[in-house]
């Protein structure tokens, strides 16, 4: 097939070879081969290529997943060109947003309309649909995932029809498509829940482990937001706040991606000495936790900013993570059963668990459907081999009947995953319908989803 110039990366000999990375996850971990890369930028277009495309397609967003779930050697899509505020309903506070946009960019487009998204993650460098194809969430008792906020999409089909979705029209792909991991079509346009704008106060401190499971449940409780993180050599963590703010917020000046703060440089260095003086990182553990709690001084106020500029962190230094949901009242159990086996293991490591809540949902394929969840994460620098590591808390994660986070690391394949998943079939049925020659699926999802 002839591969129209105004859509492609690069130019690079189609079908040719597997010499070239045309593609790389932020971890730099998963390096993809695909013979033609398109950045389609009209929805027509983007109809047009898929009908005609031969072999496997898979969609990309910003690549923050750590996984091979974006990896093709067919045609890979990225939607960055289809990016943007389409419109926005201020009485039932929803918006239409092109399914290419970055949650980065969505925010002052959202903020300038009044409305501001429910709960965000830690970062805000994915594409909408890539948040939305994963499941991806933030933290709060009573805040759902990102992907629950999901009201109606359009889905380009594998046979390159279009699809409206929504609870009313085409329901079961509705229920099916808002967390597929790009496993049923392309998302084009998505529209979300909002919520009118608002500004949150950012608090925390330092807390001895004891002192925290004692108050636990207050903690949550009592704030919007609430997550601690554990550096399992100490013996304190650092817990993270955000409530609501009344008072002014202040406007966030950010790096531009990619570019390192003062934080960044000294946590890297770190991370080099540590991985050659593994005898080093409980004592680097330790003084993180000390320093990080510093961060917050006493009673004083927090610092105020609108909701998207209060979520995300920077991270630029990289890691791969794994992270499970389990039920949330088994969360402090088995976040200690993980925190004794990371410091008896063996393995050399220097970053935190991130410990968050997230609230039951109806997606078939989330990692929350119908269970009030507490999600566990643990992370390895990205020059350090995490198998050994991720291998030992999984097993403790399995035993708490834990979901994996679709766009993190797990070894877990479709027999596995089908207990766990309520709607499982009713899933595998829908894909099946829209795309019965699996054209949508590489190897990574054919293992997860039991397609031969
Ligand atoms: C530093 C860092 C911090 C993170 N923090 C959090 C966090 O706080 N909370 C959390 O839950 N996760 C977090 N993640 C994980 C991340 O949010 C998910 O992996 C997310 O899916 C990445 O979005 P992306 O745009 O990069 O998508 P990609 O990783 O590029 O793709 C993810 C999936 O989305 C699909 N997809 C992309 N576009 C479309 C489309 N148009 N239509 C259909 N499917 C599509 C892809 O096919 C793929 O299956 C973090 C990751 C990193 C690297």
Not at 25 to 39: D, E, L, M
Not at 74 to 93: C, H, N, P, V, Y
Not at 161 to 183: T, Y
Not at 353 to 358: C, G, H, Q, S
Request: proline share 5%.
């Amino acid at each position: 097939m002839d591969v129209p110039a105004f859509c492609m990366l690069n130019s690079w000999k189609v079908g040719t070879g597997m010499s070239e990375t045309k593609w790389q996850n932020w971890s730099g971990w998963v390096k993809a081969h695909p013979h033609t890369f398109y950045k389609p930028q009209t929805e027509d277009e983007l109809t047009t290529l898929v009908a005609e495309a031969r072999g496997q397609i898979r969609v990309a967003g910003s690549g923050h997943s750590f996984t091979p779930i974006c990896e093709s050697d067919g045609t890979l899509f990225s939607l960055e060109k289809m990016s943007g505020l389409i419109a926005s309903d201020q009485e039932a506070r929803t918006a239409r947003v092109f399914a290419g946009s970055t949650i980065r960019d969505l925010g002052p487009l959202l903020h300038n309309q009044g409305l501001g998204l429910i709960n965000q993650g830690d970062i805000d460098r994915q594409a909408i649909a890539g948040a939305v194809a994963t499941g991806t969430h933030g933290t709060g008792k009573s805040l759902k995932n990102i992907s629950a906020a999901v009201v109606g999409f359009r889905l380009v089909t594998p046979s390159g029809d279009i699809l409206n979705c929504s609870a009313e029209e085409n329901s079961d792909v509705f229920h099916a498509g808002r967390v597929s991991m790009g496993g049923l079509g392309i998302m084009t346009e998505i529209e979300l829940q909002c919520t009118p704008a608002y500004a949150l106060e950012e608090r925390g401190g330092r807390l001895s482990v004891a002192d925290l499971f004692d108050t636990l449940d207050t903690l949550r409780d009592d704030n919007r937001h609430f997550e601690f993180f554990w550096f399992p050599f100490a013996d304190d963590v650092l817990v993270k706040t955000l409530n609501i703010s009344d008072v002014g917020p202040k406007p966030r000046k950010r790096a531009p991606d990619g570019q390192d703060g003062p934080a960044d440089i000294a946590f890297r260095k770190l991370c080099e000495i540590s991985r050659f003086a593994p005898f080093l990182r409980g004592r680097f553990q330790r003084q993180m936790t000390e320093q990080g709690g510093s961060r917050y001084a006493g009673d004083a106020p927090g610092r105020s900013r609108w909701s998207h500029d209060a979520f995300p962190s920077d991270r630029n230094v990289r890691f791969n993570e794994m992270e499970y949901a389990v039920p949330a009242e088994r969360g402090p159990d088995c976040v200690r059963e993980i925190a004794a086996h990371m410091r008896s293991c063996g393995v050399n490591f220097l970053f935190p668990i991130e410990y968050r809540y997230v609230a039951a949902d109806d997606a078939w394929l989330s990692p929350f459907f119908e269970r009030d969840s507490v999600t566990i994460s643990i992370h390895q620098y990205h020059k350090q081999a995490y198998a050994k590591l991720f291998g030992g808390v999984e097993q403790i994660f399995r035993k708490y009947a834990g979901r994996p986070h679709w766009g993190k690391l797990h070894t877990l394949a479709a027999g596995d995953l089908q207990a766990l998943y309520p709607k499982w079939d009713d899933f595998c049925a829908v894909r099946n319908r829209l795309d019965p020659e699996a054209k949508m699926l590489n190897p990574f999802l054919r293992k997860i989803l039991g397609v031969s």
